[in-house]
């Protein structure tokens, strides 16, 4: 059974920083791309990075490129996302998610689901 289990939200001031985590199990961890996606409330779900961890490919939003940063760990098969400088504008539910062929940011390619964790910047 393919299980993600998000975890790392918390409350943090603007120009924080949080670390969130994705533990996969129940695939082959580096066959697969993980991204992690963000719903704020009131808006549609949006991709915010991935990775392949089979070459260490990765893509980034515009919005968080040069502060978030997206990483592997094959030994542990978990992906973190290291939030840094965040801002009010960061608050949101974060997903990470798994698919075997996809490398990109288009929710609806992806397979598998964690289930999600809240991060929330006060200003």
């Known amino acids: 059974e393919v299980q993600l289990v998000n975890s790392g939200g918390g409350l943090v001031q603007a120009g924080g920083s949080l670390r969130l985590s994705c533990a996969a199990s129940?695939?082959?961890?580096?066959?697969?791309?993980i991204g992690w996606f963000r719903q704020a409330p009131g808006k549609e779900r949006e991709g915010v990075s991935c990775?392949?961890?089979?070459?260490?490919?990765?893509y980034y939003a515009d919005s968080v490129k040069g502060r978030f940063t997206i990483s592997s760990d094959n030994a542990k098969n978990t992906v973190y996302l290291q939030m840094n400088s965040l801002k009010p504008e960061d608050t949101a539910v974060y997903y990470c998610?798994?698919?075997?062929?996809?490398?990109?940011?288009?929710?609806?390619?992806?397979?598998?689901w964690g289930q999600g964790t809240q991060v929330t910047v006060s200003s």
């Open positions: 998610a798994a698919d075997r062929w996809y490398l990109g940011m288009e929710p609806q390619w992806y397979d598998y």
């Open positions: 129940g695939f082959t961890f580096d066959d697969y791309v």
């Open positions: 990775i392949r961890s089979s070459d260490g490919s990765t």
